[in-house]
Nanobody
Framework: QVPPVESGGGLVQPGGSLRLSCDRS????????VAWFRQAPGKEREGISC????????IYADSVRGRFTISRNNNENTVYLQMDDLKPEDTAVYYC????????????????????WGQGTQVTVSS
């Protein structure tokens, strides 16, 4: 499988924004589930959002709902995670995971449901 590649992480002040990208280059994301997970030091990996590309249905964890938005533009092979009103507790390595084709996001998000992972991108929220 071709792994996705995350980008867009960095250092941001509390209340700021970042947009992460999950890219699979020339390989389609049609009819896939594309999920974002994060893992902070000493904590378990947490599923935070997922997009089912067949119908653009979305899942958000309570911890990010209303602040994060998952999206995909015009059948691109890239899924975005727009993160607004960032908080210090959002500091983590963020991972993109892909499963498909013919797979839908399931709640709650579980890392064991995905076997195609990116390398992660660090997000640090600090003043």
């Amino acid at each position: 499988q071709v792994p996705p590649v995350e980008s867009g992480g960095g250092l941001v002040q509390p209340g700021g924004s970042l947009r992460l990208s999950c890219d699979r280059s020339a390989f389609t994301l049609d009819y896939h589930a594309v999920a974002w997970f994060r893992q902070a030091p000493g904590k378990e990996r947490e599923g935070i959002s997922c997009l089912t590309t067949s119908d653009y249905s979305r899942i958000y964890a309570d911890s990010v709902r209303g602040r994060f938005t998952i999206s995909r533009n015009n059948n691109e092979n890239t899924v975005y995670l727009q993160m607004d009103d960032l908080k210090p507790e959002d500091t983590a390595v963020y991972y993109c995971a892909v499963r498909g084709p013919w797979y839908r996001c399931r709640s709650p998000l579980q890392s064991s449901d995905y076997d195609n992972w990116g390398q992660g991108t660090q997000v640090t929220v600090s003043s």
